[in-house]
């Protein structure tokens, strides 16, 4: 099969290569999936699971990306809930070859249902962000209806799906951005919308959570303006300051069944939109992840029409 690969940890996306790799083996409990759409997240260059398995030993040439769509091909022993033939979204092990290939053995507990009115790209391009907004607003944050949330980078991939999912569950958004992203951020449903370019954090006065995509200066400076008990959540690794009197919690995304079917079930009903900047087939998807320009949202792989 085709696949994309990187063999060196500190090349980034530019040491990604196409080759042709051997088809991934099922193990108990896996589900082969003939992989239409994938997502990647750079960041995952920079995690311990893309070039180590769970031992410790190291498995380059190692296949980035974990979220996709696609069709159930083959099932492992003992694994259960997917069919052959069945069209599915899902989260790939940290710790396994990916998604950026044809194919892709995966635990079928990872899987749920795509439903037929959503395309390919779109539940691909919906898991991680998806996953990682759900949790960070819900799970960690707990976020409640009246809540100011400020949002940073709502334009972006995450930062679109976390401010409609607070929009939806009854807060009041504030997105933040550079100067182009302000008619995104307001479009995906943000109240009002704070140029980092131009207006001062400090200026906003305190709001109930914080959901940081950025870190470095605006995560420090983001934790002075979480009233007490509020919660500043980030993915952008360790918070260098915490608010005084609230909460700072950084986490990485987890596979989860019921909370990927309730996101699935959003965009089936119009409540939750994908943010796609640029598709790609699989031979050009090394390009696509280095453009020479800025893009907003979603970068996807289209590996079958």
């Known amino acids: 099969m085709k696949a994309i690969v990187v063999t060196d940890e500190n090349a980034g996306t530019t040491g990604m290569e196409l080759i042709e790799r051997p088809m991934p083996r099922i193990d108990t409990n896996d589900v082969l999936v003939e992989v239409y759409a994938s997502g990647f997240t750079p960041g995952e260059l920079t995690w311990p699971g ?26 492992g022993y003992g694994s259960r809930g997917v069919s052959v033939g069945q069209r599915v979204v899902g989260l790939a092990d940290w710790s396994r070859d ?15 249902p795509l439903p037929a009115d959503i395309t390919f790209a779109t539940g691909a ?98 934790a002075g303006i979480v009233r007490t008990g509020g919660t500043l959540v980030t993915i952008a690794g360790p918070p260098q300051e915490r608010p005084t009197d609230g909460l700072a919690i950084d986490f990485v995304v987890e596979a989860n069944r019921t909370q990927l079917v309730e996101i699935m079930q959003r965009a ?28 907003s949202g979603k970068t996807i792989i289209q590996i079958r029409s």
């Open 50 to 75: 893309t070039w180590t398995d769970r031992s410790g030993r190291d498995r380059t040439p190692s296949i980035p990306g974990h979220e996709f769509a696609g069709i159930v091909k083959e099932l």
């Open 98 to 112: 990916g998604t950026l290939a044809e194919y892709v053995a995966v635990e079928a507990r990872n899987l749920v």
């Open 125 to 222: 391009s919906l898991t991680i962000s998806g996953l990682t907004a759900w949790q960070g607003l819900f799970v960690h944050a707990r976020l409640e209806p009246g809540q100011i949330a400020l949002v940073h980078g709502a334009a972006g991939g995450v930062g679109s799906i976390v401010t409609q999912l607070a929009r939806d569950a009854g807060a009041y958004v504030i997105g933040s951005g550079r100067t182009a992203d302000r008619h995104d951020a307001l479009d995906f449903g943000a109240h009002e919308f704070l140029d980092l370019s131009t207006d001062r954090l400090e200026d906003l006065g305190d709001v109930d959570l914080v959901f940081d995509v950025i870190g470095a200066e605006i995560g420090a400076r983001s």
């Open 268 to 295: 089936r009903d119009g409540r939750l939109r994908s943010n796609i900047g640029t598709v790609a087939d699989l031979d050009n998807a090394v390009a696509a992840f280095n453009p020479t320009e800025r893009v």
